[in-house]
């Protein structure tokens, strides 16, 4: 469902000035270890205050068992997310191969008002709303939980499509599909059930969810407004060859047929 953004992520955004940041700032990269030591802290100060009405000493002694690992873990977890946020262009450069001028571009259009914000209920009971992709003339991001975000150019993206019989433990699952040029360079990996050859991008957020079918097709509808000639099946022929995109003989030498390179 098109949606405004959130007012958590509107937050992160005015923090950091950039959308591509903020993404980059979500879960991982120390706070993890920083959040774990915050306990500790806060656990042997409580135990050093209960040990001190017996001992000053005893006290001093429980705090700096649970405290000290404590503060180190927050002083490492801040020292480790603050790299990672120093270094978020990197991320998107190394993922994307895009040049920094080019990430700029993409930051600018995804804050910009035109941009086209898609997202799904993430808790049934309650019903919050969450981002899940956001649409530009130019860009498409796809939500990357800790990571940050997947990010491509919509000319990249060779192919994107609604998939639900992706195989997966407990059976097959359900999610939008999205295979780019980046993705085709790679060698393919393995479906370890059927042995084809495959690569891509799902969103983790998507799949769990009960209106993946609609939010998928929503998302496709924008994408193919701005790229008519998207693959959008997973199930292909070219030249009366058949292909299932998910399970390819020869990933990048399929690819180079159907794209005809």
Same mark, same amino acid.
């Given at each position: 469902?098109?949606?405004?953004?959130?007012?958590?992520?509107?937050?992160?955004?005015?923090?950091?000035?950039?959308?591509?940041?903020?993404?980059?700032?979500?879960?991982?990269?120390?706070?993890?270890?920083?959040?774990?030591?915050?306990?500790?802290?806060?656990?042997?100060?409580?135990?050093?205050?209960?040990?001190?009405?017996?001992?000053?000493?005893? =006290?001093?002694?429980?705090?700096?068992?649970?405290?000290?690992?404590?503060?180190?873990?927050?002083?490492? =977890?801040?020292?480790?997310?603050?790299?990672?946020?120093?270094?978020?262009?990197?991320?998107?450069?190394?993922?994307?191969?895009?040049?920094?001028?080019?990430?700029?571009?993409?930051?600018?259009?995804?804050?910009?008002?035109?941009?086209?914000?898609?997202?799904?209920?993430?808790?049934?009971?309650?019903?919050?709303?969450?981002?899940?992709?956001?649409?530009?003339?130019?860009?498409?991001?796809?939500?990357?939980?800790?990571?940050?975000?997947?990010?491509?150019?919509?000319?990249?993206?060779?192919?994107?499509?609604?998939?639900?019989?992706?195989?997966?433990?407990?059976?097959?699952?359900?999610?939008?599909?999205?295979?780019?040029?980046?993705?085709?360079?790679?060698? =393919?990996?393995?479906?370890?059930?059927?042995?084809?050859?495959?690569?891509?991008?799902?969103?983790?957020?998507?799949?769990?969810?009960?209106?993946?079918?609609?939010?998928?097709?929503?998302?496709?509808?924008?994408?193919?407004?701005?790229?008519?000639?998207?693959?959008?099946?997973?199930?292909?022929?070219?030249?009366?060859?058949?292909?299932?995109?998910?399970?390819?003989?020869?990933?990048?030498?399929?690819?180079?047929?159907?794209?005809?390179?």
């Amino acid at each position: 469902m098109k949606m405004e953004m959130t007012k958590g992520l509107r937050k992160s955004v005015n923090k950091y000035g950039s959308m591509l940041k903020a993404f980059r700032g979500q879960g991982g990269g120390g706070q993890g270890a920083a959040a774990g030591g915050y306990v500790l802290l806060v656990f042997g100060i409580f135990l050093g205050l209960l040990a001190m009405i017996g001992s000053v000493l005893a =006290g001093m002694i429980v705090f700096l068992i649970f405290g000290g690992p404590g503060l180190l873990l927050v002083l490492l =977890g801040q020292s480790k997310h603050k790299k990672r946020m120093a270094n978020y262009l990197e991320f998107y450069q190394q993922q994307t191969g895009y040049t920094l001028e080019e990430l700029q571009e993409a930051d600018r259009e995804l804050m910009a008002p035109d941009a086209v914000m898609i997202g799904c209920a993430t808790d049934r009971s309650s019903g919050t709303k969450e981002i899940v992709f956001i649409i530009t003339k130019h860009y498409f991001l796809s939500v990357w939980p800790v990571q940050g975000a997947y990010l491509r150019k919509i000319e990249d993206i060779v192919a994107a499509f609604y998939s639900g019989d992706i195989p997966g433990i407990g059976g097959c699952r359900q999610n939008l599909f999205l295979i780019s040029r980046q993705e085709i360079r790679k060698e =393919g990996v393995k479906n370890p059930y059927d042995r084809g050859q495959y690569e891509g991008f799902e969103n983790a957020i998507l799949t769990r969810q009960r209106h993946c079918r609609e939010v998928c097709n929503e998302v496709l509808d924008e994408l193919m407004e701005r790229a008519p000639g998207l693959i959008t099946s997973q199930h292909i022929a070219v030249k009366g060859v058949k292909y299932n995109l998910l399970s390819m003989d020869n990933w990048k030498r399929d690819w180079a047929v159907i794209l005809g390179e």
